[in-house]
């Protein structure tokens, strides 16, 4: 997956969050993560906001790190 299907993904599981609660929790309108998201790509600090609003952090580690339960891996096969 990559990291704009991992945030749709997590946001669907939410019970709480919709994509534009979680806009406007990070300050963008709507309109704008909604562009955001259909755009070819999107910056790491948007991401990193928006996933820190669902409760989870973005990291960089070694390759072939021993990652927590629950960890998702960008790029990786669903």
């Known amino acids: ?5 991992i945030m749709r993904a997590l946001t669907e599981e939410s019970p709480v969050w919709s994509q534009n609660k979680v806009a406007g929790e990070i300050g963008l309108t709507p309109q ?3 562009q ?3 755009s070819s ?3 790491v600090g948007v991401a990193a ?5 669902l409760g989870y952090e973005l990291a ?3 390759k072939r790190s021993r990652l927590p ?3 998702i891996v960008v790029g990786e096969a669903e």
């Open 69 to 71: 339960q629950g960890s």
């Open 36 to 38: 955001k998201m259909r």
């Open 60 to 62: 960089v580690v070694p």
């Open 32 to 34: 704008n993560m909604s």
């Open 49 to 53: 906001a928006y996933l820190d609003v």
């Open 41 to 43: 790509d999107i910056r």
């Open 1 to 5: 997956m990559d990291i704009k299907q």
